[in-house]
T-cell receptor, first 113, second 111 residues
Framework: GEDVEQSLFLSVREGDSSVINCTYT??????LYWYKQEPGAGLQLLTY?????DMKQDQRLTVLLNKKDKHLSLRIADTQTGDSAIYFC?????????????FGSGTRLQVQP | DAGITQSPRYKITETGRQVTLMCHQT?????MFWYRQDLGHGLRLIYY???????DKGEVPDGYVVSRSKTENFPLTLESATRSQTSVYFC??????????FGDGTRLSIL
């Protein structure tokens, strides 16, 4: 099935690390994505990982992929107030031919000064 | 560098009216998508298009119509709007094996 799950809310203090978790259920997913949405705005691509990778690092962002457990995480180092937003995990199912994304419900990250 | 633009940004209409949401991209991407965003549901796929004149249904297509006569445009029409279609609508585009890029969204309220 196509079901992506995320926790709804995460609160951290400025300067701490944030870890946002996601589980997906379809092992045929090839690409997994993290998008950021600020209030009233569209979705901004943060990073993505191909399914044959375990980890990807991009400046303050680290993505970890555990294919066995179908678990994806996004770590934000040195979290800043500007990181406050909703973060969406999404998977792309190539087998369907659609190339469309299946999204989780989003995790709202609140960064406290 | 316009990228992908949606219009209008905000729209208020009444039940039973027809309304068309526009999406235009300047990258000549082959794939285009329409999603709706509702609280507690994340984004759900309404329709997608793999190329000009090729469209197909997504997860929640009922009440919507799309067309794609040109690669760069992918309008979404609500033929007879209902209150349940009040939502934020996002258009996206991509090419094969590349991430989707999203527009800023259209906030649609149906009274």
């Amino acid at each position: 099935g196509e079901d992506v799950e995320q926790s709804l809310f995460l609160s951290v203090r400025e300067g701490d690390s944030s870890v946002i978790n996601c589980t997906y259920t379809d092992s045929s997913s090839t690409y997994l994505y993290w998008y950021k949405q600020e209030p009233g705005a569209g979705l901004q691509l943060l990073t993505y990982i191909f399914s044959n990778m375990d980890m990807k690092q991009d400046q303050r962002l680290t993505v970890l992929l555990n294919k066995k457990d179908k678990h994806l995480s996004l770590r934000i180092a040195d979290t800043q107030t500007g990181d406050s937003a909703i973060y969406f995990c999404a998977e792309c199912l190539r087998d369907t031919g659609r190339r469309a994304l299946t999204f989780g419900s989003g995790t709202r990250l609140q960064v406290q000064p | 560098d316009a990228g992908i633009t949606q219009s209008p940004r905000y729209k208020i209409t009444e039940t039973g009216r027809q309304v068309t949401l526009m999406c235009h991209q300047t990258w000549s991407h082959s794939y285009m998508f329409w999603y709706r965003q509702d609280l507690g549901h994340g984004l759900r796929l309404i329709y997608y298009s793999a190329a000009a004149d090729i469209t197909d249904k997504g997860e929640v297509p009922d009440g919507y119509v799309v067309s794609r006569s040109k690669t760069e445009n992918f309008p979404l029409t609500l033929e007879s709007a209902t209150r349940s279609q009040t939502s934020v609508y996002f258009c996206a585009s991509s090419v094969e094996n590349q991430p989707q890029h999203f527009g800023d969204g259209t906030r649609l309220s149906i009274l």
